[in-house]
């Protein structure tokens, strides 16, 4: 039995849906290509040894006649997916996003590679995708307005406290770093909002529209 993990991280969720990880199973090989969707804060899915989601979706799995040791590896590789996505360290994640991962179950005498296949396991994770996820014009990002970022500090119990951070990767700008204004006056590291609009085509605070690739 083969698995493989995907992804796709919805930057503006309802209000409930806030930190919120939406795991769908699909098994390949069963009569009617059998899902099953769980929810859970992400903190609780990777860090919560008793959490429930984990708990119905190996309770799903081994109905469905899934090997114990097969289930073990594929929800391991899960959780250490979801933390990879969700880390701090992630530029395209923040605590203020949803996350919905697909993990697909493939017997070992389906060819994975197969388009049937790929297309049957894309359908049902697109069909809730945002408008947003559209890369943004090269080059209108290239012609965006860039600046030497001067630290502006302020003394706060003797240490020395910055005042602005970048919004994405949640760090503060580096005196001399490059820092990108967008028309809306918000600001982000030049590498993280030129990473970010490779798949989005919006402000990620305030949902400002850029011209998209595909438009020009």
């Known amino acids: 039995m083969k698995h493989r993990l995907s992804h796709e991280i919805d930057n503006y969720p309802e209000p409930d849906d806030v930190g919120i990880i939406r795991v769908t199973a699909r098994l390949f090989g069963q009569d009617d290509n059998s899902t099953f969707t769980v929810l859970s804060l992400a903190r609780d899915f990777i860090a919560n040894d008793e959490c429930k989601s984990k708990?119905?979706?190996?309770y799903f799995l081994l109905e469905a006649g899934i090997n114990e040791d097969v289930i073990s590896n594929a929800i391991l590789e899960l959780i250490v997916y979801v933390d990879e996505v969700t880390c701090p360290a992630s530029i395209e994640y923040s605590p203020g996003c949803a996350l919905k991962v697909r993990l697909d179950l493939i017997p070992d005498y389906l060819d994975d590679d197969d388009d049937?296949?790929?297309?049957a396991a894309q359908v049902s994770f697109d069909e809730n995708n945002s408008i947003w996820f559209r890369p943004a014009s090269k080059l209108i990002v290239k012609s965006l307005t860039r600046k030497i970022y001067n630290k502006k500090i302020k003394k706060?119990?003797?240490k020395m406290?910055?005042?602005?951070?970048?919004?994405?990767?949640?760090?503060?700008?580096?005196?001399?770093?490059?820092?990108?204004?967008l028309s809306c006056g918000h600001e982000f590291d030049d590498e993280?909002?030129?990473?970010w609009f490779e798949t989005s085509h919006v402000c990620p605070l305030c949902r400002l529209e850029l011209p998209c690739q595909d438009e020009l």
């Open 192 to 195: 993280c909002i030129v990473k």
């Open 156 to 158: 706060e119990k003797k």
């Open 116 to 119: 049937t296949i790929q297309e």
């Open 161 to 181: 406290v910055s005042l602005e951070e970048c919004r994405i990767c949640l760090q503060d700008f580096n005196n001399g770093g490059m820092v990108v204004t």
């Open 55 to 58: 708990e119905d979706l190996n």
